[in-house]
């Protein structure tokens, strides 16, 4: 895909890694739409990259009818998406069973309502817009559904359940979801992170940082988020890149804890 003039959403675009996507894919020629509740750090990006190449959207990722209300302005304003970046995502420190008692069930609900459900909220909304675009490279291709797991969806560590069960199953329905909407012309992908600087990290103790670099195997750093926002338009301009799961995290594998 040539991503000049196409248009992007990105969920979680005002921030992290949302926001080095929403920057390399203005940096392409695309227009994008970010899906956010934080409006005042969306309209600095929009300040700085300018209003005709970007737009706003207040979100709630789970919401359906604030998803939709969205989806129908990113149509009014630009006339099409052709990518859904799926950035939005929450996480939280529990064990199943603590000296507090068991894992409070409304803070599990919680995050696969954002995590897993929001992506899949976000993803179906987008595909039927995506749907009715005209296939523009002579083999029926429409665009494409980008998604956000974990490494910890595979190497979940103390304390992660919740996030590494909404994370898995991010993982989990990607291939079923780009085999659903195959005849789409639409592709679906997951980028899995590892440990990426971002604004989190700044709040570590220094020693706790230099031990989280010095677990990373090669190259002994974190990642940066333009290297996640690399990915996905990679992904994007890849026709052949289809129902994968692709790990950016330094060959990383996640200890207990």
Known sequence: MDLKDKVAVVTGGASGLGEATVRAYVAKGAKVAIFDLNEERANNIISEVGSDKVAFF???????????????????????????????????AAKTLSKN??????????????NLVGTFNVARLAAEQIAKNEPYDGANARGVIINTASVAAYEG??????????????VGMTLPMARDLASYGIRVNTIVPGLIHTPLFEMLPEEAYKSLESSVVNPKRLGRPEEIAHVSVMIAENEYMNGECIRLDGAIRMQPR
């Open 58 to 92: 207040k979100v709630n990722v789970s919401d359906e009818e604030s998803v939709k209300a969205a989806i129908d302005g990113v149509m009014a304003q630009f006339g099409a998406i052709h990518v859904c970046n799926n950035y939005a995502g929450i996480g939280n």
């Open 101 to 114: 008692g068991p894992f409070p069930l409304d803070s599990y609900k919680m995050v696969i309502e954002v």
């Open 157 to 170: 560590q103390i304390g992660q359940v919740a996030y590494s069960a909404s994370k898995g199953g991010v």
